[in-house]
T-cell receptor, first 113, second 114 residues
């Protein structure tokens, strides 16, 4: 079973600050996704990264895929209260024909106004 | 709105009772999934269906059965509920092609077994 570790587990910062959360594995991902989940709702896909070294930006969110495709980071610039939520990474591994994702346990982010 | 619809949203069962969680998607996706989410455990795959007519076990299938009724619907059945099955259950379908894909999730069913 492939494992994904996310850090930190919990993060609480003031509005306007910057932050980075991490997703790591000992296995190579074929692709990696980031989701945000709000209380009482299902996860919502933010981005999928596929190529080692890839960087994608979504407004104030920057996603980076490690060169070796074993890790990823999510950086938020000038955090807002609307960024509060559970951030999940999910990795797809090279099990061709076996279309499943493995999810990390998440980083619970709280932005304090 | 297009998406994944789950029913019911909340359910309380007594130990030993059975129930079926319903899931339907209107995006014409081939692959559908059932996950459970528990505190500190993340999302764990129960069963999945790569296409209509096929189902496969995931990481935690014991105590569950599934039916892919047609392309739209994928149901999860608990035959004899146990307190260990208290959890939030999410259905998802897969969007996109190749490796650059993602999941669309329903809003979940919160199940309590007493």
């Amino acid at each position: 079973t492939q494992l994904l570790e996310q850090s930190p587990q919990f993060l609480s910062i003031q509005e306007g600050e910057n932050l980075t959360v991490y997703c790591n594995s000992s296995s190579v991902f074929s692709s990696l996704q980031w989701y945000r989940q709000e209380p009482g709702e299902g996860p919502v896909l933010l981005v999928t990264v596929v190529t080692g070294g890839e960087v994608k930006k979504l407004k104030r969110l920057t996603f980076q895929f490690g060169d070796a495709r074993k890790d990823s980071s999510l950086h938020i610039t000038a955090a807002q209260t609307g960024d509060t939520g559970l951030y999940l990474c999910a990795g797809a591994f090279s099990n061709f024909g076996n279309e499943k994702l493995t999810f990390g346990t998440g980083t619970r982010l709280t932005i304090i106004p | 709105n297009a998406g994944v619809t789950q029913t019911p949203k909340f359910q309380v069962l007594k130990t030993g009772q059975s129930m079926t969680l319903q899931c339907a998607q209107d995006m014409n996706h081939n692959s559908m999934y059932w996950y459970r989410q528990d505190p500190g455990m993340g999302l764990r795959l129960i069963y999945y269906s790569a296409s209509e007519g096929t189902t496969d076990k995931g990481e935690v299938p014991n105590g569950y059965n599934v039916s892919r009724l047609n392309k739209r619907e994928f149901s999860l059945r608990l035959e004899s509920a146990a307190p260990s099955q208290t959890s939030v259950y999410f259905c998802a379908s897969r969007t996109g092609q190749g490796w650059g894909y993602g999941y669309t999730f329903g809003s979940g069913t919160r199940l309590t077994v007493v």
